[in-house]
């Protein structure tokens, strides 16, 4: 499997952005996909999610500002990112857990992936 990740770039303060995630290869369902982001020297954090059956959640700093939204089913997601500030500029990627078959499924074996970064940079 691997995803996608696209749409990152230099965006001034108060600025948007949307990324865009896409999903490919042995996929037979996708349980959720999300965003998570990593400042240099730390973890990478989660900052949102979006499950099968259209749940999200998302770090408390974004909310009201980002809003991840997509096509689970077709292992697509977006961030549409809002009000951006200095403090968002990170390396964010894409992360989906999936069942790659109906056996897997029926195990109960999920896999996650990772997509390649796309970095973000708040800037005047």
């Known amino acids: 499997v691997q995803l996608q990740a696209s749409g990152g770039g230099l965006v001034q303060p108060g600025g948007s952005l949307r990324l865009s995630c896409i999903a490919s290869g042995s996929i037979y369902r996708t349980v959720s996909m999300s965003w998570y982001r990593q400042f240099p020297g730390n973890e990478r954090e989660l900052v949102a999610r979006?499950?099968?059956?259209?749940?999200?959640d998302s770090l408390d700093s974004v909310k009201g500002r980002f809003t991840i939204s997509g096509d689970i089913s077709n292992s697509v997601v977006y961030l549409q990112m809002n009000a951006l500030e200095p403090e968002d500029t990170a390396v964010y990627y894409c992360h989906s857990q999936n069942y790659a078959s109906l056996y897997d499924y029926r195990k109960r074996r999920r896999k996650q992936y990772w997509g390649q970064g796309t970095e973000l940079t708040v800037s005047s």
């Open positions: 979006i499950t099968s059956d259209g749940n999200t």
